[in-house]
């Protein structure tokens, strides 16, 4: 296959940090090439070189073998470069349709907006990515994994030969990443070729062709993926040797009395979900997208209305109508959408940690002495504590998100996929932390799209449909099968 | 992306302009008859500071609103509604309930009310405020003004008082102070960012969001209210009419220095530094005669070169 693009000797810096040291990267027409690294390594940035949303130090790109200057997403549509970003980039006051055909050079748009033009065009491309949603719904009123395939379709949309996919799937559910895989498929048999930045070993080796591993700015090697092993790549992700199976939870413990009960919990999106939660219990919490899984969450965090049935918190009714006012009973949410509902991205890595711990008159060595431990037991790599957080990696805002709530330390905590965007590495630190919670005598609810992850770290896995609870498995009888069954509405409750 | 030129910090490229400034009004400040430059009199320097003292005092609650994410205008009306109050307290002209400050803590709470409760956009509140209490200050007076008189009475001794230079200049420096303090060493100050920078962030970290809404709006209305006070000394009388436009002069000040309108990022440093930016500004110019419909065009100019100056460009 001729080659589509060539970066060479790519350097980036911010202030003092090198993201990227003379990194490179070669894609072949119809290839879809991995593209994998620790969290900071420099993945995103060089996807958004590529894409001409930030501008490199120095480094030279070839397009079909010519050199080309990128210096802005315009060029790179010329081009037929398109990317989906790993912090989705859609005005979300906008509607499905207007956030596909904004900027898009395949849909000229003059004067007045024709909304019926713009649905005539999204028509086909949002078919193709199985949104299920129509041209005019505003992005706003949908989840974070309905707005990943919004942004997809937009890409698509812009008969790119060349698409960047920066972590398209960590929002998606098995379902919702299965249509990705064919959609990818389809259009690598039509001649696109696709950069594909991933944490996740068995994607990479479900649809790859080659893996490029970046460690600290530079490339480490290329290897064909038919030709290597999970093992052998994120020994050249971490440069050391890691153990990515770990046990599975011994089967539930004779527990003590609930911490949580909750009963016939009717909100907007739930129906009649019925549950207990014991210290030193990791409940997973299963279903597609759309199931219910972080309304769960929010009826619990104060963050919905409750229409129906009761929440007791160690055995006292309680109503919690704000997250304020839940955190004082002891429940704590890690949000879904870091982004959105979790990060002030222009505060520091520090504040963003303490926001929600902090009282009275602050503290900075105090607050420090507190948080440092944190960084360290989840490998937060960043410029300083001081830096804006925005300027973390993904995974690193994750990181900083997560220890905000191993602060707080509420008993009972709702975790909504944790490990979004973190790497292999660190995913393992924090499945341990979450063991060490349950150990300490927290209550956890792991919401998660990922079964293995759930069947890893819970006692007992509760499944969604519609907002219906669909069955609840105990660890030791769950399988993957069992929990997409019950997770599609094939089979009734369990028991 | 937004990328970040080898940067200063906000601060200092505040100050940058207004060291920028202040050699401009050295270079053309006229010389006394001494021979020294008259911008660089002692009396001339704490006048600039007297001069600047009630707007710095209300560019300070306005910093903290405008970090929520907020405005509020109706500061102009509430400083005259508390130089009328003032006026007729001391001269007997009127009942005034005797609730001193107080009131002016609650008109602003309520805006904050009308804004945390109710969800109404701030803008809105508060222009609703401005109309509002600007009526309630001309009903009370029946939109005259209300002299303090320059006898033996109380009345003129409190505002003689009240207008002394180092009380009035003091007493900016003291609140100045204590509001740096609210927003750079406490949690309060880390909330009031939060909640600018992201709201729902903020909600899903479990702030209190109305609560500090409405102290951040009871404050501006305090700060307001005491700007009054002042200004009612100062000028020897309550006037319904006063104030006209200081929310806009306060809202420069604060953008000069280099909070974002936005929300989220800024500094009472830095809104000091504009508060001193704009004061200098208007002393060059005045210490020159330049008339004052050029000033204001003059200003005009400032205002962007200012705000440019602080701009972070994006590099990449
Ligand atoms: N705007 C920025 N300002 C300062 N530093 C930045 C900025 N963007 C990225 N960096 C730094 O560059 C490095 C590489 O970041 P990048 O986002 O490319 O990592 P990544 O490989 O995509 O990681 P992840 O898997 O967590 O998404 C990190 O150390 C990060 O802190
Ligand atoms: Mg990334």
């Given at each position: 296959m001729p080659e589509l693009l060539r970066a060479e000797s790519i350097s980036k810096r911010y202030g003092g940090v090198y993201a990227l040291q003379g990194a490179g990267l070669s894609v072949a027409e119809g290839e879809i090439h991995a593209l994998l690294g620790e969290n900071g390594a420099g993945k995103s940035t060089l996807a958004k070189i590529i894409a001409g949303s930030v501008r490199p130090d120095s480094g030279r790109i070839f397009f079909r073998g010519a050199p080309v200057s990128i210096r802005n997403p315009r060029d790179a549509q010329r081009l037929g470069i398109g990317i989906i970003y790993q912090e989705l980039d859609l005005f979300?006051?906008?509607?499905i349709g207007e956030n596909i055909v904004i900027g898009n050079r395949s849909f000229q748009e003059k004067g007045f907006v024709d909304f019926a033009r713009i649905e005539f065009f999204c028509g086909p491309v949002l078919d193709r990515v199985g949104l299920g949603r129509g041209a005019r719904e505003l992005v706003a009123s949908l989840p974070i994994g309905q707005a990943q395939l919004v942004a997809l379709a937009r890409a698509l949309s812009m008969d790119a030969r060349l698409i960047l996919m920066d972590e398209p799937t960590s929002a998606l559910s098995d379902d919702a990443a299965a249509r990705l895989f064919d959609v990818i498929g389809a259009l690598k048999r039509s001649g696109v070729s696709i950069v594909y930045v991933s944490h996740k070993m068995d994607e990479i080796f479900r649809i790859c062709d080659r893996a490029t591993v970046l460690r600290d700015g530079r490339v480490i090697a290329t290897e064909e993926v038919a030709h290597t092993t999970p093992e052998a790549l994120i020994r050249l992700m971490v440069g050391r040797e890691l153990s990515t199976t770990g046990d599975r939870l011994s089967s539930p413990v004779n527990f003590p009395a609930p911490l949580l009960s909750v009963s016939h919990l009717t909100t907007r999106k739930l129906r009649d979900v019925t549950f207990d939660l014991h210290p030193g219990e990791v409940l997973g919490v299963a279903g597609l997208v759309g199931a219910g899984r972080s309304e769960l969450g929010a009826a619990l965090f104060g963050l919905d209305r409750i229409r129906g049935g009761e929440i007791r918190v160690r055995g006292a009714a309680a109503h919690p109508r704000s997250p304020a006012a839940a955190m004082r009973l002891g429940i704590g949410l890690l949000p879904e959408d870091r982004k959105l509902e979790g990060l002030m991205m222009d505060m520091s890595v520090a504040e963003n940690t303490t926001i929600a711990a902090s009282r009275g008159l602050i503290r900075r060595t105090r607050e420090e002495a507190a948080i440092e431990p944190l960084y360290a037991r989840l490998a937060l790599r960043s410029p300083s504590w001081s830096a804006p957080v925005s300027a973390l990696s993904g995974g690193n805002q994750q990181k900083a998100l997560l220890a905000r709530w191993l602060l707080v330390n509420p008993d009972i905590v709702f975790l909504d996929d944790p490990a979004r965007g973190i790497d292999v590495g660190a995913k393992q630190d924090i499945y341990r932390i979450i063991g060490e919670l349950a150990a300490a005598g927290k209550g956890v609810l792991l919401a998660s799209s990922e079964l293995p992850e759930l069947l890893r770290c819970s006692h007992r896995i509760l499944v969604l449909n519609e907002g219906r609870m669909a069955a609840m498995f105990d660890a030791a009888e769950a399988t993957q099968e069992k929990i997409m069954a019950a997770a599609s509405g094939a089979v009734a409750h369990d028991r | 992306m937004t990328g970040k030129r080898k940067r200063l910090p906000g601060d200092a490229r505040s100050l940058l302009a207004l060291a920028g400034i202040v050699l401009l009004a050295i270079v053309f400040s006229p010389a006394a008859s001494d021979g020294s430059r008259i911008f660089l009199q002692a009396g001339n320097l704490t006048d600039i500071l007297r001069q600047i003292s009630i707007i710095g005092i209300i560019s300070l609650g306005m910093t903290l609103v405008i970090l929520t994410g907020g405005i509020d205008l109706s500061v102009g009306s509430i400083l005259a509604l508390s130089t009328s109050l003032a006026a007729m307290w001391l001269t007997g002209a009127g009942q005034e309930p005797g609730y001193g400050l107080r009131i002016f803590y609650a008109l602003g709470a309520l805006n904050g009310a009308a804004v945390a409760a109710l969800d109404i956009q701030p803008f809105i509140v508060t222009l609703a405020s401005m109309i509002g209490i600007r009526g309630l200050a001309k009903w009370l007076t029946h939109n005259a003004n209300i002299d303090i008189g320059f006898g033996r009475d109380v009345a003129a001794a409190f505002a003689e008082v009240f207008r002394r230079k180092p009380l009035v200049i003091g007493s900016y420096a003291a609140l100045a102070a204590v509001f740096w303090a609210l927003l750079a060493r406490t949690v309060f100050g880390r909330h009031v960012r939060a909640i600018g920078d992201n709201e729902t962030a903020a909600r899903y970290a479990g702030l209190p969001i109305r609560r500090v809404k409405v102290i951040v709006y009871a404050l501006s209305g305090l700060l307001a209210g005491f700007a009054g006070v002042l200004y009612a000394a100062e000028n020897h009388q309550g006037n319904p009419n006063a104030g006209v436009a200081y929310e806009l002069d306060a809202i420069a000040a604060v953008v000069i220095g280099g909070t974002r309108l936005s929300g989220g990022k800024g500094s009472i440093t830095g809104t000091i530094v504009g508060t001193l930016i704009m004061g200098v500004l208007t002393n060059m110019l005045r210490l020159n005669n330049v008339d004052s419909n050029v000033e204001m065009m003059v200003k005009a100019v400032i205002i962007v070169l200012a705000v440019a100056v602080q701009r972070q460009r994006r590099t990449d």
């Amino acid at each position: 296959m001729p080659e589509l693009l060539r970066a060479e000797s790519i350097s980036k810096r911010y202030g003092g940090v090198y993201a990227l040291q003379g990194a490179g990267l070669s894609v072949a027409e119809g290839e879809i090439h991995a593209l994998l690294g620790e969290n900071g390594a420099g993945k995103s940035t060089l996807a958004k070189i590529i894409a001409g949303s930030v501008r490199p130090d120095s480094g030279r790109i070839f397009f079909r073998g010519a050199p080309v200057s990128i210096r802005n997403p315009r060029d790179a549509q010329r081009l037929g470069i398109g990317i989906i970003y790993q912090e989705l980039d859609l005005f979300p006051n906008l509607t499905i349709g207007e956030n596909i055909v904004i900027g898009n050079r395949s849909f000229q748009e003059k004067g007045f907006v024709d909304f019926a033009r713009i649905e005539f065009f999204c028509g086909p491309v949002l078919d193709r990515v199985g949104l299920g949603r129509g041209a005019r719904e505003l992005v706003a009123s949908l989840p974070i994994g309905q707005a990943q395939l919004v942004a997809l379709a937009r890409a698509l949309s812009m008969d790119a030969r060349l698409i960047l996919m920066d972590e398209p799937t960590s929002a998606l559910s098995d379902d919702a990443a299965a249509r990705l895989f064919d959609v990818i498929g389809a259009l690598k048999r039509s001649g696109v070729s696709i950069v594909y930045v991933s944490h996740k070993m068995d994607e990479i080796f479900r649809i790859c062709d080659r893996a490029t591993v970046l460690r600290d700015g530079r490339v480490i090697a290329t290897e064909e993926v038919a030709h290597t092993t999970p093992e052998a790549l994120i020994r050249l992700m971490v440069g050391r040797e890691l153990s990515t199976t770990g046990d599975r939870l011994s089967s539930p413990v004779n527990f003590p009395a609930p911490l949580l009960s909750v009963s016939h919990l009717t909100t907007r999106k739930l129906r009649d979900v019925t549950f207990d939660l014991h210290p030193g219990e990791v409940l997973g919490v299963a279903g597609l997208v759309g199931a219910g899984r972080s309304e769960l969450g929010a009826a619990l965090f104060g963050l919905d209305r409750i229409r129906g049935g009761e929440i007791r918190v160690r055995g006292a009714a309680a109503h919690p109508r704000s997250p304020a006012a839940a955190m004082r009973l002891g429940i704590g949410l890690l949000p879904e959408d870091r982004k959105l509902e979790g990060l002030m991205m222009d505060m520091s890595v520090a504040e963003n940690t303490t926001i929600a711990a902090s009282r009275g008159l602050i503290r900075r060595t105090r607050e420090e002495a507190a948080i440092e431990p944190l960084y360290a037991r989840l490998a937060l790599r960043s410029p300083s504590w001081s830096a804006p957080v925005s300027a973390l990696s993904g995974g690193n805002q994750q990181k900083a998100l997560l220890a905000r709530w191993l602060l707080v330390n509420p008993d009972i905590v709702f975790l909504d996929d944790p490990a979004r965007g973190i790497d292999v590495g660190a995913k393992q630190d924090i499945y341990r932390i979450i063991g060490e919670l349950a150990a300490a005598g927290k209550g956890v609810l792991l919401a998660s799209s990922e079964l293995p992850e759930l069947l890893r770290c819970s006692h007992r896995i509760l499944v969604l449909n519609e907002g219906r609870m669909a069955a609840m498995f105990d660890a030791a009888e769950a399988t993957q099968e069992k929990i997409m069954a019950a997770a599609s509405g094939a089979v009734a409750h369990d028991r | 992306m937004t990328g970040k030129r080898k940067r200063l910090p906000g601060d200092a490229r505040s100050l940058l302009a207004l060291a920028g400034i202040v050699l401009l009004a050295i270079v053309f400040s006229p010389a006394a008859s001494d021979g020294s430059r008259i911008f660089l009199q002692a009396g001339n320097l704490t006048d600039i500071l007297r001069q600047i003292s009630i707007i710095g005092i209300i560019s300070l609650g306005m910093t903290l609103v405008i970090l929520t994410g907020g405005i509020d205008l109706s500061v102009g009306s509430i400083l005259a509604l508390s130089t009328s109050l003032a006026a007729m307290w001391l001269t007997g002209a009127g009942q005034e309930p005797g609730y001193g400050l107080r009131i002016f803590y609650a008109l602003g709470a309520l805006n904050g009310a009308a804004v945390a409760a109710l969800d109404i956009q701030p803008f809105i509140v508060t222009l609703a405020s401005m109309i509002g209490i600007r009526g309630l200050a001309k009903w009370l007076t029946h939109n005259a003004n209300i002299d303090i008189g320059f006898g033996r009475d109380v009345a003129a001794a409190f505002a003689e008082v009240f207008r002394r230079k180092p009380l009035v200049i003091g007493s900016y420096a003291a609140l100045a102070a204590v509001f740096w303090a609210l927003l750079a060493r406490t949690v309060f100050g880390r909330h009031v960012r939060a909640i600018g920078d992201n709201e729902t962030a903020a909600r899903y970290a479990g702030l209190p969001i109305r609560r500090v809404k409405v102290i951040v709006y009871a404050l501006s209305g305090l700060l307001a209210g005491f700007a009054g006070v002042l200004y009612a000394a100062e000028n020897h009388q309550g006037n319904p009419n006063a104030g006209v436009a200081y929310e806009l002069d306060a809202i420069a000040a604060v953008v000069i220095g280099g909070t974002r309108l936005s929300g989220g990022k800024g500094s009472i440093t830095g809104t000091i530094v504009g508060t001193l930016i704009m004061g200098v500004l208007t002393n060059m110019l005045r210490l020159n005669n330049v008339d004052s419909n050029v000033e204001m065009m003059v200003k005009a100019v400032i205002i962007v070169l200012a705000v440019a100056v602080q701009r972070q460009r994006r590099t990449d």
